[in-house]
Every structure is written in C-alpha cells, then in structure tokens.
C-alpha cells in the first residue's frame, strides 16, 4: 500500500506528545513529511527530534514542497478554520484539533467544503476512544440503557487556567473553560443523543476568579489578562425532550481539582462513566455492574487511526465535520445565551 | 403569656409524626385545641393518641366552636390553596406544608389575602434549619463565599417512588418529583441567592421509570396509575447571571438511593452543603475546611418555632408567602418549559 | 379456614425465640395449642408467656388431650427421629428443627413413614430464604449462571463452641459442627445442584481446639466433656462431575470468627452469597454485579410459612423429607470417610 | 573455587528473564557456557544478549563441545523427562522447572536415576523461597502452630488462560490449571505437612470457560484448540488424618483475577500466608499477628542459590527428585479420579 | 455471710449512674442503706429511686442513724478530705473519688489515717478495669514488654469543658484538667512502673482557650469564671530512668475530640493501649499484634467489687491510699513546676 | 555577577546526592571548584562524575590552590568544629551539616568566630524549606494560630538504627537518635517559638534495644559497637512558659517504622504539620483545614539557595550561627538531665 503523506501544522506541545507519535506508530499506513511552525528554528527542531524531513515557517512553502495527502492542525483555534480551508484547497485531508473553529459559521462552512470536495474533515475528540466510551456505546446497541433521556457531563477544574499558552486570550482561543475543555464532555453527550440539534439552549458564563487572581495549580495566570470565560453552565433541551446539563471550568470553589465526568441516563439503565458503573435492575433487584478489567487505550493512537480509517473510507467513530459543526453552534448558543 | 390556639388540618402521617410533635414541644407558647380531618373516627383517635381536646371532620364546625388563632395544613397539595384562604378568612395565621400550591396563581392570591389580612402565611421547609443551613448562612454573613454566582441543587431518589399516598396523582399533587422534593433544594437554592426571580427558565420531566413499574425501594408503585413526573431537571439564569441547574427524582437509574444535596459556588469560596465542606484559600494556599461537630439538629422543632416567631412578628427565617409565590411561580414555568 | 392446631415439642430457646413467634405471626393459618416440655413448670411458663392453652411434660398426653395437625419439633438431635415417627403416627405434620437425625437410617425411614402416610415433615433450613438465596435461585433460573460445576461452602467460627446445651455431647447431637452448622451450608449446597446424591464422599474430622480448651467467644466450654468434632472438612463429586468443598468449624485459627458463605460457580456466572456479588461477563466484557439493596428478610417467619403452604399441598422450598434424608446420608458418609 | 559450568536448555521467556538472571547473579559459583533452543538463530540471539559464549540447536553437541556440570531445563513439560534423563547420563546436575513431568512413573524414574547417579536432580519451585514461606517454617520450628492438621490452598485466575505458548495444549503439558498453576502451591501444601503420601484423592477438573471463549486477561486464547482443564479441585486426605483442599483455576467466575494463598490451620495457631498473619492465642487472648516489614525477597535468585547449594551438598530447601516424584503422582492420581 | 452496710455521700450524677447501680449489682455483698446530700429533696427522691431506705442532708446524722460499714464519697474534690477522715472517725473503710485531694498533705494524711486504722481507703480509676489494662498487666507478668523505660499518656480534649457543676472552679476542684482527666493516664502510667515517686518533675499548665471562651462539646462554659488549667503539660522522670510525657487537657486544638490513650514502651515490646496493640518481634520478624475480641467490661462494676475485695483483705487491684497519696504529690509537683 | 567558588569538605553521600546537586542547579551563583575528602581516590571519583576541578585530600592543599569563597561541611560530627573554624580563618563562608557541633561550647566559638568575622555560618536544616514549613510560618504571621504555646516533636524509628556509617559510635557523633534525627524536629519547634533559650530542660536517654540487637529496617547494626542513645525524650519549658516535649529515636516498640511530625498549639489555632490541617474556629463553628495541593518542594535546593542568599545579605529563613548555638545548647542540657 501507498503509504499516505502528512504534514503537521503548528510545533508546539500538542504536536510534540500527541499528534507526532501516534502518526509514528501508524508508520505502515502514513509518514510524516514536514512540520510547519511559525518559528523556523524550533520548527526544525521538532522535526529532527522526531526524524521529520523538511519544516517550514510557512504553509505555502510546504504545500508546494511536500504535496501532503493530509494534514495535521494543531494550532490555536482562531487559526483552524483558514489552515482547514487552505488545506481542502491543496485537496488534504484534515485532522484539525478542537474546538472546530471560532464560530458557528466558520464551522458550517468547514464542514461544507469538505463535502464539496469529498475530502475527510475530522477533530481530535480523543475521550471517544477510551474503553469507557466504547462500553458506553455496546451497552446503548445492547438495549442495556433503553432510551436515553438526560445526561450530565462536566469537566471541572478547581484552579486549573494554564499558565502558559493563549488559554486565557478571547480573540486567539474564541473562549475559555466551555471551548477547551466542556467541548470534550459536551461531544460525548452529544454522540449519546444521536448528535441532534438543541431546540432550546441556556446558560451563563463567569470569570470572577480568573480576573481576580490566586493560587494556579496550571501554573500561575495573569489575571490583568484574563479575559476569557473561567466557569461555563449550560442546559440543552432537544425536540425529543432529551436534555443535557452541561459544567466547565478552569477554576471553581469545588472539591476536586480534576472532575471529567458524564453520567447517562436511561429508562432501563444509567452509566457514570469514571468509573464505569451501570445502575439497572438484574433478576428483579436494583444492582450496580462494576467492570474492573476495562483496559486503558491509548486514546490518542485509537483517534489518530479513526481518522485515518475516515480517511480510507473505513468504517470510523472519529468526530465528522457535520458533527463539529453542530457542537459549534451549540457552543455559540451557550455564549449567545450567557450575554 | 396567653398560649396560642392551633388547629391540625389534615390528620396523617405528617401531622402525626412531625407538626403535633413539635407544637408540644412548644407548649409554653402554643396549645393545639383541635385537628381536623376528613374521617372524624381517624381524627378522634390522632387526637386521643395527642391528649387534643377536639375532633373534627369539617373546618366550618371547628372554626365555630375553637376559633384558632393558627392553624397547620398537612393535607394533599391541592387543598392548600381554599383551606389557606378559609383560615386567613377566619383571621387565622397559617403554617402550610410545602408546596405552597398546585398552581402560581393561588400561591399569589394566598400572599396577597395574607397581605392584606396583616396575618402570618408560611410554609415548612424544615431543611432551612439544619446546622449546615445555618452555618451556610453565616459563611455568606462573613464573606466567606464572596458573590454566589452558580449552585447546584438536587433530590434524587434512584426507586423512591412512594407506594402509598397520592403522591403519584397529578390532580392531587400537581406534580411529582419537582413537587415534593424539588421544591425543598430550590427554596434553599433561591435563598442562597436572595430569592430572586428568574429571568430565563428551561426544563424537561420525564416518566420512564414510573410508567414501566419496577423495584421499589418505597413500596410498590402502580405504573398504571402514575401520571406524575419520575423526575424533573431545571435550568434557571437570573439576572444578575447567577444560575441554578437544578435536579429531582423519585426513580432514576442513578448511584445512590438517596442524594440531597447542593453545591454552592462563590467567587471566594464554594460549599458543598452535606457535609458541609467549604473550598477556598487560607494562608496562599487552597484549602478544604471541614465541621467536624455540627450538631444535628431538630428541624422541625426550629422551623415550628420559627413559625410562632413569625405570627409574633419576631425576626424569623421561615419560608414567607411572598417568597412561596415566587417558587411556585418557578415551579410552573418549569413545567411549562418541558411541555 | 378452619385454623391448623400445632404444637410445640421442645420447650427450650429455638423455640421461644423462633418457631412460637412465626407461628404467632401466622394466626391467619395456625394456631398453637401446646407446648410440650421435660419439665412441666418450664413448659408452663413458656406457654404463659405466649399465652398458649396447654402444656405437658408428656406427648402422649398431649396428643390424647389436644389432637394437633401438626407438631414443630425443637429437642436434641437425637429425639428428631422418635418424636417424628410418634407425630406421624398420630397423623401429624411435621416441621423438624435440624439436623433431620443422627443417623442416615432413621432419615430415610422418617421420609418413608411420611410418603407412606402422606404427610408432610420438613426440616428448618431457614436460610433457604434469605434474599440471596431467592436471588441466587432467580438468577440460575434466568441462565445468569450457566451450568453449575462447582460449590465452596463454608461456616467457620474461630472460637465458637457453645458454653451451654448439649452441642458437644455426641450421644445427644451425633456430632459437632458438621451436624450443628455444616448442614446449613450444605443444604443451600445441594440445592443449587439439584439435590443429587454424591458418589464419591471424602472427608476429615478434628478435635484437637476442643479438646484443649482455651479462649471462648460463645461462653466456656469443658474440654474434658467435648466428645465431638471441632472442625470437618469434606469433598462431594457427583455423578455430573460437579463437586463442593465443606468447611465447619466450631473453632479453628482462622481471622473472622463468623464466616458463613457460599462460593457458586457456573459456565456463565459465578456468585458469591453474601454479600450477593455476581462475577460475569456484561456488554462483552468482565463485570461484577451487586444488589445493594436487597431486604432482610424474617428467614424464620417465611420458612414456617413454606411448611405450612407445603402442608396445604401448595408451592414450597423447604426442606423436604427426602432431602433430609440426602443429606444426613451425606454427612455419614463424611463421618465415615474421616474415621 | 572452580566454578560450575552451567548449559540452559530451552531459550524462552522463563530462561532469559528468570534462570539467566538469576545464575548471572551468581557468578562467584558458576558459569553458563551454554544455551540450547530449538531454534539457532534465537538461541544466539539470547546467548548474545546475556554474554554467554556457545548456542546449541541439540543438546548432542553441547554436551560434546561444552561437557557442563549443571543444566537447566526450561522446555515444555512433555520434554522434563528424556533432557533429564539425557542430562544425568552426562552426569549433569539437573534444574527443571516444574511440574516435574507430565507422568508419574517419569517422575519416578528421574529421581531413581538421580539416586543411582548420586546427582542433584531438583525443581524450580521458587514460592518457597518468599520472606512469607521462610517465616511459616520458622513459626512451625518453634511450635507457634503446634499440629497442623488441614490446609486449603489455591491459585485462582478469574481469566487467565495464557494467550501464548503451549498452556492449552495437552499433549506437550499434560494438563492446564493444575500443571501450570495448582502445583506451585500444592508443593507449598505438601512441605507444611512433611511431604506425605496421601491415601485419600478426590477431585474434578473443568473445561467451561476454556472451550466456550471470551474475554482473556492473559492476551486471547482459542478455544477450539482448548484441550487441557480451566479449572481442577481437589481433596487429599493423608495417614494421619491431616487433609488439603487444592483449587487451581485459568479461568473461573470469581471475584479477583490472581488469589494465591494457603491456608494452614494448626492446633495451636493458624496461618493465612498472602499477607502474613498467624492467629493464635497471646496472653491468654485472641490475637492476630501481623508482620509489617517482611522484604519482598528475590526468588528465583534465591532458589537457584538453593540448587547450587545442593548440588555441592550443603543443606537447601529446593524441591528434591523424590518430593517431585511424590507431587506427580497425587497430581495423575487428581486426574484419574476426576475422569 | 453479713452484707455491708454502704452510705453514699454526695448525691449527684456520678453516684446516680456509677456508684449505686455497681453496689447494687453487688447485693450478694453489700447493701446500700443510706444517701447524704446537701440537699434533702434530692437526697430522698435518688434514695426513692433505687429503693434506698434512707436520706440525710447530713453526714452526722446519717453516722449516728445508719452505722455504715463503708461509704462512698462522690462530692466535690474539696470535700474528698475531711469526708474521708471523718467516715475513718466512724470506722468506715471509704471509696473515693477521684482525684484523692486538693492537696499531697490531705492525701498523705488520709493514707497515715486508713493505716492507722486499718481501714481500706481506695481511690475510683476505674480504667485500670479495662480489658486493655488486664492484658497490659499480663504481657508484663508474661515478660512480653522487657523493661518499661518510657511512657506516654494522654488524655486530651479539643472542646470539652464542661459546661456544668465545678470543673472550672478552682477553689472546689483544686485544677482543672490535669486533676480531672489527666490523673486517669497518671495513674495507669504509674502502675505500669510500679507506681514510683519521680525524682524529677517539669510541666506547664495554659489556660488560653478557657479564658478566652468558643464554641463548646460539651456544654457551653462560662469564660469569665474559669479559673483552673485548660491544659497541662508534664514529664516526670525516675530513680530507675524510666519517663512518663503526661498531657492533658479541657481544650486543645487539636484534631480529636477525645484522646485518651497510653503508649507503653519496653525493652521487648511497646503497647499502644486503645485499640490494644503490641509491637514486637516474633519469629525474628518485626510484629504487630492485635486482639480482636477482647470484652468491654463493666469498669465501675469491677472496680467496686475490687474495692469490696479490699475491705474483706483479698487480692485487689484497686487503687490505695497509698498510691493516691503518691499520685496526688505528683500532681502537686507538676503545679509548682508551672507556676 | 562574579560566581561565588564553593568547596565541598567530606566526600560521602550526603554530597554526592544533597549538596552537589543543589549547588550545580544554582549555577548561576556558584560554582564548585573542589571536592576534598579523606581518601583521594574516591574524592577524585566523585568530582569527576559531577565535573568538578580539583580534588584533594586535605584542607591545607584545597585552601592554598583554590581559595573558595564558601565551604560546605559533610563530615562527621566531630570534625564540624575545627573544619569551620578553618574555613572562617580563610575567610571562608560555611554551610555545615547538621548538628553544629558535638558540645555547646564549640557551637557557641564557630558562631563567635562568624560574628566577629563577618562571614556567614549557617546549619542545613532543610526540613524549613517544606511546604509545609512554610505554610506554618504564614499561619503564624497571619494571626492564625495566635498565641504558640506547646509543641509536640517527634522523630521516631521503630528498627531504624544504621547500619553503616558512624552513627553508633560516640566519639564521633557525639549522640545517637537526638543528634541525628531530634535535632531536626527540635530545630523546627524552636523556630516556631522564636528560637528562645528554655530555662528548664528535663529528659532521659535510653539503650535498651541498641544494645540488645535484633532485626534491623536500615541493615544490621552491630549490638557490640553501639553506644549512643537509642531513644531520647525530653521537656523543655521556656521563660514565657510555653513547652515543649521532644521524642527521637532509631529504634522503639512503636507502630510506624518513621515518624516525622510536629503538633503545634496555639490559642487561637492548631497545626498538625503532615499531612498540614490546621484545627481552629470558622464562622463560630469548630473547623478542621486541609491543604491538599500543597507542593512537594525540593528542600535541598532551596537550603543551599537559602544559604547563598545570606551569604549575599539577603534575607534568609537558613538556620543561622547564633541559632545553632542555642539548638546545641539543649541538647547538651538534654544529655547531662539524663545522665
């Protein structure tokens, strides 16, 4: 088999731990040919630390250059919507780091070219691939759960704003705690539905803490430039009456510092996820199913070669540019509503 | 001192247990002259077991022959409302268990009549005095939370639907879940935030659960007569953004039989209620206080008490009937909100 | 109905504080007529405590004055087998504490004279009706459990030999732990298997605590008169190739001092007695099932009421004359195997 | 001194992370001059990554080139027996993994030729050489369980068929769970009692899980290929009526994936041996013992310490020819009376 | 045999609860014919309550009318005194509370005046009647603790002032915690060396939190008229070398509520005493050891029926005035050290 | 910035794995110019695994050729003295080892000797760097825990006596368990009362195990050899009347094999200091506060750092000359109370 092309765009962490390494040990299905930053230097850098050919300061020079099959972006948000355009332009495949985009539209319009194009749009929802979220999704086909009806998801962090990056900067990131981490519990809950459209949407947003300072636990904030959301709440309601209660935070007054959860509920069944724990009826009495074998995945290896299968035409549970436009515009509500 | 007269209207399991109880408690202040029930035999013997003079099976003939100054309501929710009105018309205070009413509109006209008659109307939401209210209370008194913006409220019973009473029938009750055990986490949740009224209200109700029959855990339900909600989740955003997510059930396929409880979030602190913990920062660092010795206390004695307090014009925490109209009010939008 | 007369053989504690208390709480079927004890003035008083009409120190004159239907059986062991003939020769039920006899010989001809007269005599396993044990029963009859091959079934105590009564008079009872507590078990056992009888039977019996004396946690008890065993072990294999493993104790140097349990492996499923935990596979993966809920059941109350429904000709799970005699053919081929 | 020369014969897993280690350690006694696989290439593979200077793909020619003084044989079981035999014809001393065979009389006639031969014939049975087996042998030493008269021992995998190797496959191991995993702690059973011949056997193998497939912790095995037991119980009953109750497992429906332990009650104390704890009497008191700080000791190095000691005549507590001989055959005599 | 005739001085909770149930169940032995308190009403309603013939409110009258041959004192330690060696005057042998005095000279001049008399005067610890203390007692008699150098008691409080009678009162009470509570660890820190004087004494007494007034665990205190230690430090050392760390106290802030527990350090084993744990070495190893089942006594039970087991000149282990007489200097000593 | 030349005095461990690593992580200041150690060979080692110059075996040498601005000490106790006072004759800074010295005398000289020089002489407790530690001391400042008034410390090892090393041998040392571990527990204690001088010190050392041998947790110890203080427990009691009780050992029958805690109380708060929870009042309720993301510093560093930054002028919380000065002082009082 041809072993496809990829470029990576954006050097910095995400690229470094995640990205990099998983296309690494798909090395019988793709190579990685260029890095693209926006330093040549540490661009180069990343590059020969991985045994990557070429890197580049630019996009342009490694299109012409390197004629990817498919890229990898994993720069701020405000920067996926033209890389994704630009790359569908060069007919690549795009592998695009969450949230989608900024906006709704921006979105929309991703999802729309790479329809147009027949080209795979993806984004990196990695929590689809851990063993909880596939045993959540056997005992939904199982008829475990019955009909699911109301779901709460969260991902809390106590004093969680990184100290580092552009977490904390509107205009780069488009939003704070609900774009970087509540979009990740929020698809979950979403894929749980069927990935509908909310007919009623509300929700608030704060940044008491942010802009007030204190103790980090991400490192230390500058809370003169905090500017973004520190704590996000939302409720969707859907037109099958299902709902869905949604918590993010970089920093709130609550107990635990890390507090990734969902719990599912249905008319025959109800899951938390963290641990796996399934409350039903089994032989006529309340029981609770514990599973202490689930194996952890690599969930980065697993996403990374969803979208490869995507890619092929395989079968692929990778988050779809339709469905990162739905949770786009959910998101834009939640801003919308908070205002 | 002359001693108040007290009439029971409503001769079950609440009065029995709870209200006579506590008014003997408080025999220096209250005397209960009569109870009123719908079978005189039932209410003969609730009186004799109490050592109360009278018995009765209709108010007309007990305000004649006792003329209370109070009386104490524990009948089925929709007779709140004409028995309220009746009592206030025989220029009785009044101490009506909760909900107020089965809708907005009688809650309002039972807070103007109240009004307007100079009298004492209010409800028993005993949660108000426990010691962790209490010290609530007194850490938002101090600063320690600095500006409540979020809170959590819940009442989740996982098979609590109960299998006596009328608590399954919507003519009766008005509602299900919400109704009875909602109401008691919201009226907290409203205090913490001064009881405003909210702006912008979503939710759904769902009755899975209680339609399919099952395990009970409170006896056993007819799912053939169940017309109530099994459960019931909120949203509700205010105008000074603050927000609630609030969430009731009698059956949910849920973790623990019993979860009453409510998170709340302040830009200097955030209590989880039970047990009561506080999450802030002492000395630089995050800190998780804990209470080690509240004392438990007896609810419904303090909230009896608080009551006289009120028809005495006395300082008192009691739930008042402008602040039940304002529930109730919220209750039927939520209503209208999953319909 | 005409209400069934019974009376009480065996004036002692089982009596008073078991079987007289459920037959009471029965009135509806039954009602007892006499107790009849060694000692007039005990029996007496016993039956002036529960105010019963008659008491004897004979059976003889009790069967002439008082013609029951039914008689429960509470004296030592080794009075089971003439006290059982003598009832069913005068035409009556029979409800036999156990062990059923102290002999194989006499059980088998107990449940002959019982076919033969078409009488029902049943034995007083009661933990046959313990929540798990009908959990247990459910769960094999909805094939949660697969083929059951093997059983471990033990009831240990680590210094538990009884201060009082005739437990370590082997003339009196016939034996130690095996005929006091073993049976219990294996009982529970042999139903889950079907109540086969085994082909091969190995076994060991130990007397060394007992006979050395030592700490007591059921009162002291005289070493110099403890002629029974202290501790069996044993090993069943059935014509099915299914097996159990029996383990004891009256005292043995093992951590708890009350270990009661039964281990239940299936092709399927295994379970674990108390606490009812059942290890499986779910959704395609190991899982572990409990039941937190399950009630605690009166286990006396319902297996006097499975006599008395199997003395009616109706549906019943206790014990059977034919089991019994299984079962204490069982145990004497232990006893056997170890001597 | 001059050291021993040692050839390895078989290069799998056990010899590269369990024997070569181990020997290497103890360089001051002896030296491995060979390795023998059935497979050049990966005999050298190993020989080069350990140092070791000659690979053999037939034992003909290292005895010919290498003349060792000690080999040890890590190949299937079916060959124990003739590289055994073939050894001490070189007059070799001989380190054979357990079992010791996969027949009776071959154990037999391995330890009569070791006699004959006046050589070292011992088997890696290397939990006698845990902090915990040294500490019960030193209990029994100085009287702290006076008799020990019963034992329950057992080595339970939930689902731990191997998904590698020949486990499964009867021809070349002779069994399953008993062979692989029973043995291990039957031989501990064994040494607590004095390596006794017992005159009582009963047991029963099992094959459920094994031939009807599913979830594997151990990797994935087939279970159309699946021709060995999943699970064996056992009885041994010895002269003086001290017994053992053997449950070994690959696959069963039990709670926890690895439960290895022995029980060993004694008539002065009793030990649980996983963790340590003897309970016993102290001061008149029941009391349990804990030993907090026992090392977690090197085993395999310590055993094959054990068997140089033995080989130069020096006391040792390894596993001797005839012990093996005596463990076989109660483990063909398990066999037959299950089949 | 002739019961004793027993007066009560002092009629308060401690004789209502402690004294008169113990010699009651004692009436083989003794009988309690009269109480004396100051206040007649309530003498004679506690004497109607236990079915005691006779009440004073003086102690003179009680002597002449009743002829006591023994008498318990349980008033205010400033009367301990001159109640004891006046019951001496009458031939009386007495029961004390604790602490012996206020004093060393009134605790020494008790003792010379019991010796010259040959009266038993004994002193109310009765935690030396604790099962844990009987052990301790005998691990020292078996030889299981070597030499005893080192002990550390204490008896600690984190509120627990009493909010009633005399405890804060100086001048009736003479201290405060340490003549209390510390005094009970005293004494078994004592008896664990063989109740020797020290040779050297240091130790400081604090009376911050009293002063200063909080929230109580024991009623409410009044901070104005606290006048005793709230806390006292000590260590006293020995001819022989051996130590006690002695620590006390009404208010602390420390984590528990209540802490009173004593380590016990020897040459060949350390106890801690609750739970009741030995650390040592067994079979060469380092060991903890637990007794599970030892019994909760009946502390004052027992440590009456020892001070009866006095008076008739048997074995006792109760505490004499001699031992009191040392205890109290003691005390004295740690109070001159601090000021 | 010109680098400040450090040279390293005593070529064991604690350089190897402490000092050397601090000092070349704060390379920014300092460098090491000279390792200088008893044997030149393994000084010459270990300056060339770290890349140091120079290695000598004596001072004079080092002196003459290197002439260092500081010199950090890590020899045995006794050669702390005449080694510092070296240095300050080179005008050398000194950063020595715990304990100062092995008499208060010489303590008081090297602090005379840094005074009068100007140099700065300072002790490496590193225990003040901990989080912990640091968390007190704002506590303190803050009002927190008002007024300190007694400070429970203790080092305890259950079988911690060393098994390498001088430890056990007095001549060099000068003491066992106090100059060892006590001295850091005691550092710390006096720091938080302002590092006052006591005016009465009571106290007892012990040897009963150290000289009785036995299992060991930190290698074998010679039994023959040993003669330093096993145990040593002691009181202080300072002018203002606040106290302090001090317990150390390498080996007593205690629970915990290590033991390394401070109690501190105070009259408005206490501190447990690991894990750190402060007890103290809230909102007028009793309070426990946790601190559960406090940092795990690197103690080490931020000595050595502590240490550069007097030597430059700048404030420093290092233990200082005139303090362990004081610190030796008491022990040398604990030393002759208990001899």
């Known amino acids: 088999m ?5 470029a990576i765009i954006g050097g910095g962490n995400i690229a470094d731990t995640n990205h990099i390494p998983a296309l690494k040990q798909l090395s019988e299905q793709v190579e990685i040919v260029a890095i693209c930053g926006r330093d040549t230097g540490k661009a180069r850098a990343l590059a020969d630390k991985h045994g990557i050919a070429n890197a580049f ?4 020079e490694m299109y012409r250059q390197c004629a990817p099959d498919l890229v990898v972006i994993c720069t ?4 996926h919507y033209p890389q994704a355009m630009e790359a569908m332009d060069h007919n ?7 949230p989608p985009a900024i906006s709704a539209q921006n979105a929309r319009d991703m999802a729309s070219r790479a329809a147009q194009k027949g080209l795979t749009l993806a984004y990196n929802f990695q929590l689809r691939q851990t063993s909880e979220w596939a045993l959540l999704t056997r005992c939904q086909t199982d008829g475990l759960l019955g009909e699911t009806y109301h779901i709460k998801a969260q991902f809390l962090r106590r004093r969680g704003i990184p100290g580092w990056g552009y977490f904390t900067d509107k205009t780069m990131q488009g939003g704070g705690a609900l774009m970087d981490l509540g979009v990740h519990v929020l698809d979950l809950a979403l894929c749980a539905l069927g990935y509908p459209m909310p007919d009623h949407v509300l929700g608030n947003t704060y940044d008491f803490i942010g802009k007030a300072g204190g103790k980090g636990l991400l ?29 993010a935070s970089f920093a709130l007054n ?16 109800g899951v938390k996820l963290f641990p796996f724990t399934l ?4 032989a006529g009495e309340l029981a609770d199913i514990q599973f202490p074998y689930l194996e952890e ?7 990374t070669a969803a979208f490869l299968d995507a890619c092929q035409g395989k079968p692929s549970n990778v988050c779809t540019a339709e469905q990162g436009a739905i949770l786009q515009e959910i998101v834009e509500r939640i801003y919308s509503a908070s205002s």
Chains 1, 2, 3, 4, 5, 6 share one sequence.
């Not at 701020?76 to 920067?79: A, C, D, E, R, S």
């Not at 609550?254 to 069944?269: P, V, Y």
């Not at 409350?279 to 089994?282: A, D, M, N, R």
Request: glycine share 4%; proline share 4%; with cysteine.
């Open 279 to 282: 409350h039903t009826e089994v």
């Open 254 to 269: 609550t107990q635990a510092d890390k507090d990734r959860n969902l719990e599912i509920f249905g008319s025959k069944g």
């Open 92 to 98: 690549c495949h795009v592998f695009c780091e969450k």
């Open 297 to 303: 995945a690599d969930i980065q290896l697993k996403n």
């Open 219 to 247: 490192g230390n904030w500058n809370p003169q430039k905090f500017d973004v959301e520190d704590a996000a709440m939302a409720y969707l309601s859907f037109p099958n009456k299902a709902s869905i209660m949604l918590s």
């Open 2 to 6: 041809t072993l496809l092309k990829a």
């Open 76 to 79: 701020p948000n405000n920067l």
């Open 57 to 60: 300061d630019n996009t342009t």
